[in-house]
């Protein structure tokens, strides 16, 4: 019999040791997740053309050489969505290089190369690389223009304007040049005038949108008669009819009544485009608290202050005719309100609280923690600072947490900005003929100025098809810092990480309050107790309470017998109110729960109340091998391991005084 018992217990180790193994696999692979991004030799394409490209897999953790995979896969998809093409490439020194050609015949249209190792096909494919490619007949333009709407949203009646520029062929500003702009609604032209460049080569267009829309395909065009060529440019004007989703983002997750905070928003059209909107907050009385305006991508923010009980609506006001109004989120009567703000390498903190509590304050990039600080949190505003060189560069996140491990607040960071590889390059000669040969220095350094390796791709290309593409896809910066560490399509990222782009910055910290956003809307319960109350739902779990004759509960020790296999044993102590609960238990599975009451005198009972999928009420239960009060356990398997009926468990109770109650269970 004893040799059963320890047959039972040596099995309990394994398990155990098997989920150690499954625990430390997980964190394994957070620690080497990888990221990938690829450089192509261009992104327009001529039929019969080759197209090159650049592999970069990186440790998803620090950008650093991955050291998980050696083959990479690459993956050409047309327009219709069918891949054309699979590509295996080997990963030497954190890189692969590969080419396709287009063959003569294949259709123009928009393709895709998407890139991915095995190891990160663990996560979904949105964590796989993917760059857009387009294949049309190209003809390389005699004028360098650009054309772009600063605004993304425009109604009925607007006002629109558009920022024009020209060069020519030597990269030259062509100044004082008279060009003309045509504008269509759903193929009418609706208006036809001329423009005048200025001395730097640039111009604003400027015209009116209908009193009435009644469709968002607007266009519009301008041509150049210029060198005996005719050059045009265009780009759709990015209308906004009557439907806006907007959304409002409190910093760090919540309102709080009568406490100031500021409040981030971003408002899309009917297409999911960012769309630039005016707004007014009203409260239910019929006052206007305050008014807001987009500042970049749809996206701006405002200080406000919401009252006790009050509910408030926002209204635009421009794009013009949008009828629908949009209700803030209500406030809470008790929290935390966390606000950050940066000035010389410093961030500024400021914590307001209902009431005086004790806190932790961390702040982690990618799960490794760099600042920890417990906190007294007096009644009222708190204010501290944090060097901001402690961090990488990248995406921070901050976290207040309640003594208990809950979270109360949290706000995402990008710091460091500014510290990135300094690439200059330097040639022989100021021009160069036709074929002739090019000989150029490369130099990196790191953001202290002093040199550093690096692997890099040169591609060579025609300046005159680079304008006319207007690429604006994740560069390697944005995609490795920011895209791909957020959720949502972020639109035009390089924006964000332009330094001759005053906006840039700031426009940044609003990708953080939105598209970062975190929100913790506790109920009362857990406001008060500082624990969370409900637990999700799980497959596979066990949970009863133990009662004595009469029905009252009674504290007790719980062994769970798995008669399989030998036998697995587990063992937790129940509440003070009796109840027990197991998880991750096998389903189809003849068990034995064995209750032993922490009154060694005491009668008593198990009721089951949950078997199969259910919700666990108490926290997951710590659980470890079971240790015996029974002396001898041994577990008979029946035969032809058929059928629901009991095994017999074969028990002797070493000692006497100790009341057990046993009860078979067959798992759902």
């Known amino acids: 019999m004893r040799r059963i018992i320890q047959q039972s217990f040596f099995t309990a180790i394994l398990t155990f040791a098997a989920c150690l193994s499954a625990i430390t696999q997980d964190l394994d692979y957070a620690l080497t997740k990888e990221k990938i991004y690829i450089q192509t030799s261009h992104v327009f394409f001529n039929q019969g053309e080759s197209v090159f490209f650049k592999v970069y897999v990186v440790n998803a953790k620090d950008q650093t050489p991955t050291r998980v995979s050696n083959i990479v896969y690459v993956e050409l998809v047309n327009p219709a969505g069918n891949i054309l093409q699979k590509l295996k490439y080997k990963i030497e020194d954190s890189y692969a290089q590969g080419s396709f050609d287009f063959d003569e015949t294949a259709v123009g249209g928009i393709y895709k190369l998407r890139a991915y190792t095995t190891w990160m096909r663990n996560e979904n494919e949105s964590s796989f690389f993917l760059k857009e490619i387009t294949l049309q007949k190209n003809i390389a333009p005699r004028v360098l223009m650009k054309l772009d709407f600063p605004e993304k949203g425009y109604g009925a009646g607007s006002e629109v304007g558009a920022d024009f520029s020209m060069r020519n062929l030597s990269d030259e500003p062509i100044r004082y040049y008279n060009c003309k702009f045509t504008v269509s609604i759903a193929g009418r032209v609706i208006q036809t005038d001329n423009v005048r460049t200025n001395a730097e080569g640039k111009a604003k267009i400027r015209f009116n949108l209908p009193a009435e829309l009644k469709s968002n395909d607007g266009l519009l065009n301008v041509t150049v008669d210029y060198d005996s060529y005719t050059e045009a440019i265009s780009r759709n004007i990015p209308i906004v009819l009557n ?37 007014e907050i009203w409260d239910s009385k019929g006052n206007k608290v305050t008014s807001f305006e987009s500042y970049h991508m749809g996206m701006g923010k405002f200080a406000f202050t919401p009252q006790k009980g009050e509910k408030y609506k926002a209204k ?58 417990d906190l007294l949190l007096l009644q009222g505003e708190n204010n501290l600072e944090i060097d901001e060189g402690l961090f990488p560069v990248g995406i921070a996140e901050f976290t207040l947490y309640a003594p208990a491990g809950l979270p109360l607040a949290e706000r995402l960071l990008f710091l460091n900005e500014d510290r990135n590889l300094q690439v200059s390059m330097s040639f022989d000669k100021k021009k160069y003929l036709p074929r002739e040969k090019v000989a150029l220095t490369i130099k990196t350094l790191d953001d202290s100025g002093k040199p550093i390796p690096a692997n890099l791709s040169l591609t060579v290309m025609d300046d005159k098809l ?16 920011m895209s791909s560490e957020l959720q949502g399509k972020i639109e035009e990222p390089q924006f964000y990480f332009r330094s001759d782009e005053l906006k840039a910055i700031p426009a940044l910290d609003l990708v953080m309050l939105t598209h970062g956003y975190r929100y913790f809307d506790y109920i009362e319960y857990v406001q008060k107790e500082g624990r969370l109350k409900f637990m999700p739902d799980q497959d596979n779990i066990l949970s009863g309470v133990v009662t004595d004759p009469k029905g009252n509960p009674v504290p007790a020790k719980i062994f769970l017998a798995n008669t399989n296999s030998g036998g697995r044993g587990m063992e937790i102590n129940t509440n003070e109110d009796g109840s027990f609960f197991f998880s991750h238990i096998e389903p189809n599975t003849n068990y034995y729960v064995i209750a032993q009451s922490l009154n060694k005198t005491r009668n008593i009972s198990i009721k089951i109340l949950q078997n199969g999928s259910g919700y666990n009420p108490q ?29 017999v468990l074969a028990q002797r109770v070493t000692r006497p005084e100790i009341i057990l109650m046993q009860k078979h269970i067959w798992t759902k």
């Open 619 to 647: 926290g997951i239960s710590q659980l470890k091998p079971i240790r015996p009060a029974v002396e001898d356990v041994g577990f008979f398997e029946r035969p032809d391991g058929q059928g629901r009926k009991p095994v």
């Open 316 to 373: 635009i006001i421009a794009p013009a005719n949008i009828k629908q109004q949009y209700d803030l989120p209500l406030a809470s009567e008790e929290g935390v309100i966390m606000n950050f703000s940066r000035s010389n390498k410093i961030i500024h903190v400021r914590l307001v609280s209902t009431l005086e509590r004790f806190v932790r304050l961390v702040g982690q990039t990618k799960s490794q923690r760099f600042y920890s600080k």
């Open 243 to 279: 439907n806006i989703d907007l959304q409002f983002m409190p910093e760090s997750g919540t309102f709080i009544s009568g406490i100031n905070t500021t409040v981030a928003f971003k408002a899309l059209n009917d297409n999911g485009k960012a769309a630039d909107i005016k707004g």
């Open 466 to 481: 680079w304008s006319f593409a207007d690429d604006k896809q994740d560069h390697i910066l944005s995609w490795l810092l």
